[in-house]
């Protein structure tokens, strides 16, 4: 049996729903979520390994005009992601009018002759379901997409004909990853998405995107299974730091008992979680604070 692989980047609007779907098709959680949009600011690389079919998603930040250096980083991940793949998947939202957004997308795929299939995300939200078949026909003639999939991550309508739509886009060759991979994340930034994610929706009005979170360390004990995690949450302000530590440090414990169930979850394993809050004003516009963060000080021309 001949092998077949494909790279295909998941790009569209922030908040569509990309990181949802990528989680249900690799059928386990690498990319956080939250109702926020650009909750998602790297490019994430989840595997998918079924029979001789080797599906590589990697999943953008959403696409939206930049405000600050880390909004400009996040828009170069985009352009580099779809310059780099074989195929892209882009994700909308059921009964939305077609974005600018998604134009300058559609664009891009033109100038780089890049085969695309196009997800309608969100459709169990979608009361109306001729809204749809409506918005099907505005933005099918924009571009010759080789399969129009109306979906939903929440109840995983059509994610079976969705997942068939993207293996059609293999091509023969080796695999690029082992067949038990699932994503090319350091432990270290999952265990930070994963504590990140956690704020996003516990504090979800209270603190704005102005949160970034880093592993100090992460090692594993040689005795009795546990794993050894400390991480630090920056906020821009003061005010903000005491939001997320709580009265009595409430949230912030909070915060940490629901980031360690997930990260046992992940991990498979006992973690020992310790966070603590710091404060960096203004650290999205700060190269030397976003460089240590790992965010590619190239990106930041």
Same mark, same amino acid.
């Given at each position: 049996? =001949?092998? !077949?692989?494909?790279?295909?980047?998941?790009?569209?609007?922030?908040? &569509?729903?990309?990181?949802?779907?990528?989680?249900?098709?690799?059928?386990?959680?690498?990319?956080?979520?939250?109702?926020?949009?650009?909750?998602?600011?790297?490019?994430?690389?989840?595997?998918?390994?079924?029979?001789?079919?080797?599906?590589?998603?990697?999943?953008?930040?959403?696409?939206?005009?930049?405000?600050?250096?880390?909004?400009?980083?996040?828009?170069?991940?985009?352009?580099?992601?779809?310059?780099?793949?074989?195929?892209?998947?882009?994700?909308?939202?059921?009964?939305?009018?077609?974005?600018?957004?998604?134009?300058?997308?559609?664009?891009?795929?033109?100038?780089?002759?890049?085969?695309?299939?196009?997800?309608?995300? =969100?459709?169990?939200?979608?009361? %109306?379901?001729?809204?749809?078949?409506?918005?099907?026909?505005?933005?099918?003639?924009?571009?010759?997409?080789?399969?129009? &999939?109306?979906?939903?991550?929440?109840?995983?309508?059509?994610?079976? %004909?969705? !997942?068939?739509?993207?293996?059609?886009?293999?091509?023969?060759?080796?695999?690029?990853?082992?067949?038990?991979?699932?994503?090319?994340?350091?432990?270290?930034?999952?265990? *930070?998405?994963?504590?990140?994610?956690?704020?996003?929706?516990?504090?979800?009005?209270?603190?704005?995107?102005?949160?970034?979170?880093?592993?100090?360390?992460?090692?594993?004990?040689?005795?009795?299974?546990?794993?050894?995690?400390?991480?630090?949450?920056?906020?821009?302000?003061?005010?903000? !730091?005491?939001?997320?530590?709580?009265?009595?440090?409430?949230?912030? =414990? =909070?915060?940490?008992?629901? *980031?360690?169930?997930?990260?046992?979850?992940?991990?498979?394993?006992?973690?020992?979680?310790?966070?603590?809050? !710091? &404060?960096?004003?203004?650290?999205?516009?700060?190269?030397?604070?976003?460089?240590?963060?790992?965010?590619?000080?190239?990106?930041?021309?």
């Amino acid at each position: 049996m =001949k092998q !077949k692989t494909a790279f295909i980047a998941i790009v569209g609007r922030p908040n &569509v729903g990309k990181s949802s779907l990528l989680n249900q098709l690799l059928g386990q959680k690498v990319a956080i979520v939250s109702s926020k949009p650009q909750t998602t600011r790297t490019r994430i690389m989840g595997v998918l390994t079924e029979e001789d079919v080797q599906l590589v998603f990697v999943d953008t930040p959403g696409l939206h005009r930049p405000r600050n250096d880390l909004d400009r980083y996040m828009l170069r991940s985009v352009n580099e992601s779809v310059a780099g793949v074989d195929a892209c998947l882009l994700v909308t939202e059921a009964g939305r009018a077609v974005s600018e957004e998604e134009k300058t997308l559609i664009e891009k795929f033109r100038a780089l002759s890049l085969p695309a299939v196009l997800a309608i995300n =969100k459709t169990d939200l979608c009361r %109306d379901k001729q809204e749809i078949g409506e918005q099907i026909l505005k933005i099918a003639p924009l571009y010759d997409f080789a399969a129009v &999939v109306p979906c939903s991550a929440q109840t995983r309508e059509g994610l079976s %004909d969705l !997942k068939q739509e993207l293996r059609a886009m293999a091509q023969e060759g080796d695999f690029l990853f082992e067949e038990d991979m699932l994503t090319d994340q350091p432990e270290r930034v999952i265990a *930070a998405e994963i504590v990140r994610e956690k704020v996003l929706r516990l504090l979800d009005r209270e603190v704005p995107h102005g949160v970034a979170v880093f592993v100090e360390r992460m090692r594993e004990r040689e005795e009795g299974g546990l794993t050894d995690i400390d991480a630090t949450i920056y906020c821009e302000r003061e005010s903000h !730091k005491g939001i997320l530590i709580g009265k009595g440090g409430a949230m912030l =414990k =909070k915060i940490g008992t629901y *980031a360690r169930a997930d990260m046992e979850r992940f991990f498979g394993c006992h973690i020992h979680l310790k966070l603590w809050v !710091k &404060v960096k004003e203004d650290w999205r516009n700060r190269e030397g604070i976003l460089r240590s963060l790992g965010y590619d000080s190239s990106d930041f021309d």
